[in-house]
């Protein structure tokens, strides 16, 4: 990549680098990020002209070492308070984006909604976010490669850019790190970089995460990642043929919800999601056989994902189609009869200790064991997990009146984050993110543009026509301390 200086007003930048592969909008974002200058102010000087956003780098024959000049004006700067009344827009960025209560867009660098969407919804979890914070090159496993030590740190910078942020954000750095990670990202049609699945996008992203941010030393937390968005499935596997039966287990990070004819709503899918069949050896017929294999969760996530399995390959048009079907959602989701014998039992108390906390706000009489002042009961999102073995795990309450108590989970999940596409294929339309905030708004995140939403109109995001239908969803676990 040829590298240039650019000379604005007084300052000259030294060694830029320019990816002669993206469009010339992408340096232009890179100049935004150096200078404040935002790109459609800039006027870049190169040969025949002044520089354009779809401008062909290889007609412009731009040389390493090249000198160019920019003209424009920056974003006003937001001045410090002078008086002892401080109004909104006199606060610096950083406290006007705390103020505002939601962080900033990304800018879209030219079919990137995918990867916009993925990051504005993986940048709600505070744990992960946590995580990424404490994360550096001396924490970094031996088992971890340069470019996934680089998109990690990416992730973390752009996560923190985010925050700081009123004005959106141009993810290159990240975008040029994804792409160098994985190159499925790059492909490109007519000189153009393609629209590519979110769902791949998310799942690629976090596993590079869980390789990354699992701890080097047995004393912390293993692998972060995994008790964030973890689920293990104990699964039955019977072979009708030889009538054999057997057990495995496999961790997931989401569950899919799968669609038909039948499925109306999303518990549906999950249990058409967590029944399948298999073709594996059987030792009694000693060939391939056809196994029906069906599944149970035997541990819960802080983090629920799900995926709708909309998307499927079509022989006739030898490409990717949608499947539009209407599958509604709730924004309380009860997993508790997809769960497995050992794990219900565990969920049991909790589960009774959150139903009399909600009857007694009610006002209604609780069973005889919730009257004792030792049963009190506080609903919290805590960060609490289950292990591998699918013992739900209870962590001490440091403050407050809940103090000396622990958190255990109730199998109950409210939801935080959807993640919608618009269109017909998956190689093409428009992903966006819905994110719900701290404060209990609720964010839709289109690219750079964010906006508040309703939160009843963020169920109706279930398809059925050529309108924003979810794709992936994200629950957050409810738990109460005991």
């Known amino acids: 990549m040829p590298t240039v200086s650019v ?24 100049l935004y990020d150096l200078t404040g200058v935002p790109p459609e102010r800039q006027k870049i000087m190169v040969k025949g002209g002044l520089l354009k956003d779809d401008a062909d780098w290889s007609a412009i024959g731009v040389k390493d070492g090249q000198k160019l000049m920019m003209m424009g004006t920056a974003d006003e700067i937001v001045k410090a308070p002078e008086k002892a009344i401080v109004f909104a827009e006199d606060l610096p960025e950083e406290a006007l984006a705390t103020n505002l209560g939601y962080s900033a867009g990304l800018v879209n ?12 919804c993986l940048k709600s979890v505070p744990e992960l976010k946590s995580a990424l914070s404490n994360y550096s090159l001396a924490a970094r496993s031996t088992d971890v490669d340069q470019t996934s030590h680089m998109l990690t740190v990416a992730t973390r910078e752009l996560f923190g850019e985010l925050d700081r942020s009123v004005n959106a954000v141009s993810p290159t750095q990240f975008w040029m790190v994804l792409r160098k ?15 590519q699945d979110a769902e791949e996008c998310w799942t690629q992203l976090l596993y590079t995460l869980s390789q990354s941010l699992k701890a080097p030393t047995s004393s912390e937390d293993p692998d972060a990642v995994k008790a964030l968005f973890g689920v293990n499935l104990r699964s039955r596997l019977h072979c009708q043929e030889s009538g054999e039966e057997s057990s495995e287990t496999e961790s997931v990070y989401s569950l899919k919800c799968h669609i038909s004819h039948e499925v109306n709503h999303l518990h549906e899918g999950l249990k058409h999601g967590l029944k ?15 196994y029906l294999k069906d599944s149970l969760i035997d541990s819960l996530p802080r983090y629920l994902t799900v995926q709708f399995v909309r998307f499927f390959w079509k022989r006739e048009t030898n490409q990717k189609a949608k499947i539009l079907r209407k599958v509604d959602y ?19 108390a909790p589960r009774q200790k959150l139903r009399d906390e909600e009857g007694k706000k009610l006002g209604l009489q609780t069973s005889a064991k919730s009257g004792s002042k030792d049963s009190d009961v506080k609903m919290t999102d805590a960060e609490a997990s289950s292990n591998g073995s699918g013992e739900s ?13 622990e958190t255990h989970m109730t199998g109950i999940y409210d939801l935080v984050a959807v993640l919608t596409h618009k269109g017909r294929s998956a190689d093409s339309g428009h992903y966006v993110a819905w994110v719900k905030q701290e404060s209990g708004k609720w964010i839709q995140y289109d690219d750079d543009n964010p906006s508040m939403q309703r939160e009843e109109d963020i169920t109706k995001l279930s398809g059925g026509g050529d309108w924003h239908m979810a794709y992936i969803i994200m629950y957050k676990a409810r738990f109460v301390s005991m």
């Open 393 to 405: 795990s209870t962590v001490n309450q440091q403050e407050g009146a809940s103090s000396g108590k």
């Open 181 to 195: 990670k994985y190159p499925q990202f790059s492909q490109l049609q007519n000189g153009i970089y393609m629209q």
């Open 330 to 348: 709730p924004l309380e989701l009860d997993i508790f009869d997809l769960c497995s014998e050992d794990l219900r039992k565990k969920l049991e």
């Open 276 to 290: 399948g069949e298999l073709e594996k050896t059987s030792p009694t017929l000693g060939r391939t056989a056809l």
């Open 109 to 120: 660098l030219g079919n990137t909604c995918y990867m916009n969407s993925t990051v504005q």
């Open 7 to 30: 000379k604005w007003q007084k300052k000259v930048f030294d060694g830029i680098e320019i990816d002669i592969t993206l469009p010339a909008y992408v340096f232009k974002a890179q």
